[in-house]
């Protein structure tokens, strides 16, 4: 199995790059914003169950296909583009519905896990980082490369998905400050929702290939 070396050089690396504001954190301040923190928190769950395909893709080889195929590559990027601006556009048409606490849009648990996931899987960044990053820190002759590969994959979901938390948490916390004046967490929630179109626009107009 990987060394203990290679192991702890992957989670600095990994919570370095984790911590950095990203599209995974603007989507779950976005959402945590315009839902609160139990939309955020499931949010940040779906998103980290929906990175563990990329995952399994890049241990078995399939990731770097997929990474090396510009048509792949922009028809995912374009997919999740588009629905994170659905989902902006869902947030600000529903913001005055959290105003009495009472919502009429979709947001049982289950479809926020579902809509997390869906940008979790459909974010070619994680695909990209994970063919380029994850076998920088196998070893070849401590064992089964997948196997390595399919830990350090699960050592930054697991990382993504607690420091994600922590900015659900924060983020909805905000929210409840807002949540006192129904003028304020209307336009908090419209704001969330403007995040996330912001986002999808900004990852549907980013480069195509990984590099």
Not at 8 to 36: E, H, K, M, N, Y
Not at 110 to 134: D, S, Y
Request: charged content about 10%; some cysteine; overall charge positive.
């Amino acid at each position: 199995m990987i060394s203990a070396e290679h192991f702890v050089a992957f989670i600095v690396t990994a919570v370095v790059i984790i911590v950095i504001p990203g599209p995974s954190v603007l989507f779950t301040i976005g959402r945590s914003l315009a839902l609160g923190r139990r939309a955020g928190v499931l949010s940040v769950l779906g998103n980290a169950l929906g990175i563990l395909p990329a995952i399994v893709a890049v241990a078995f080889g399939l990731g770097a296909v997929v990474a090396a195929s510009v048509v792949a590559f922009t028809i995912i990027k374009l997919v999740g583009a588009a629905y994170l601006v659905y989902l902006g556009v869902q947030a600000i048409r529903h913001r005055r519905d959290h105003v009495a606490g009472t919502v009429t849009g979709p947001t049982s648990s289950g479809r926020l896990l579902w809509q997390g996931f869906v940008v979790g899987i459909t974010n070619p960044k994680t695909l990209a980082f994970f063919v380029a990053v994850l076998p920088q820190f196998v070893d070849p002759a401590a064992g089964p490369v997948w196997a390595q590969l399919l830990l350090l994959g699960l050592t930054f979901a697991a990382l993504a998905l607690a420091c994600d938390s922590v900015w659900a948490m924060a983020a909805g916390t905000a929210r409840g400050w807002f949540a006192r004046s129904p003028r304020r967490i209307s336009t908090l929630s419209g704001t969330g929702g403007v995040m996330m179109i912001g986002l999808g626009g900004t990852l549907a107009l980013t480069g195509t290939k990984a590099a």
